[in-house]
């Protein structure tokens, strides 16, 4: 795997230009979301998430908050992918089986 340092301890860019928490496979969106989502401190993430370090969850952060604009697009483009994936993918079988079963 190709490295691209980014100037902050702790985060790389990878083949792909995606900013990725060193010695790991965990995306700074990653982190973000974790943040949003569940509204964790970076204490909570390290616990949630014991191969992070402290040090890495504050770059990683820091690292967001310097490139917002940026990874906030990229999120948004990553969530409209999964939208559209939900939308083109028929319903299996065995969830129409269910939902008959449910009443629905």
């Known amino acids: 795997?190709?490295?691209?340092?980014?100037?902050?301890?702790h985060i790389f860019l990878d083949e792909r230009q995606v900013p990725v928490v060193d010695d790991t496979t965990t995306k700074v969106i990653e982190?973000?979301?974790?943040?949003?989502?569940?509204?964790?401190?970076?204490?909570?993430?390290?616990?949630?998430?014991?191969?992070?370090?402290?040090?890495?969850?504050?770059?990683?952060?820091?690292?967001?908050?310097d490139h917002r604009a940026e990874l906030d697009a990229d999120i948004a483009r990553r969530l409209e992918y999964v939208d559209e994936l939900h939308r083109n993918t028929p319903e299996p079988p065995f969830v129409a089986r269910l939902r008959a079963l449910a009443g629905r």
């Open 31 to 65: 982190i973000v979301l974790d943040q949003q989502a569940y509204g964790w401190s970076p204490e909570e993430m390290v616990y949630q998430h014991p191969y992070l370090t402290l040090g890495q969850v504050h770059s990683a952060l820091a690292y967001y908050w």
């Open 1 to 9: 795997m190709t490295k691209v340092e980014t100037g902050y301890a």
